[in-house]
Nanobody, 123 residues
């Protein structure tokens, strides 16, 4: 078993910034994909960013240039820097990880999820 815990959510004005982190325990994810997802108040679910074991990233089109994902394998931790936030970024942000080694993280099957951290952006 493993556990992921997210930190860093909060309420900000449009144009503001937040820094999220996700720390894993009980399992070592250094060789596997990790990612950030979000679920909006209208129940839309979106993959925000993925980071593979070497730090290579993929981003959703609507966050490119504004969000930056990274990881520190020595700390078993995933990060997401959110800049120039917009009201439409309001969502519950979830951290996820997998336990299968693959070439890249596109269409990856994640099987461990955090409980989420709320990001609210006001206009």
């Amino acid at each position: 078993q493993g556990q992921l815990v997210e930190f860093g959510g909060g309420s900000v004005q449009a144009g503001g910034s937040l820094n999220l982190s996700c720390t894993a325990s009980g399992y070592w994810y250094s060789k596997f994909c990790m990612g950030w997802f979000r679920q909006t108040p209208d129940n839309e679910r979106e993959e925000v960013a993925t980071v593979d074991m070497r730090g290579r990233t993929n981003y959703a089109e609507d966050v490119k240039g504004r969000f930056t994902a990274s990881r520190d394998n020595a700390k078993n931790t995933l990060y997401l820097q959110l800049k120039n936030l917009k009201p439409e970024d309001t969502a519950m942000y979830y951290c996820a990880a997998g336990r299968r080694q693959v070439y890249d993280c596109l269409n990856y099957e994640y099987n461990v999820w955090g409980r989420g951290t709320q990001v609210t952006v006001s206009s």
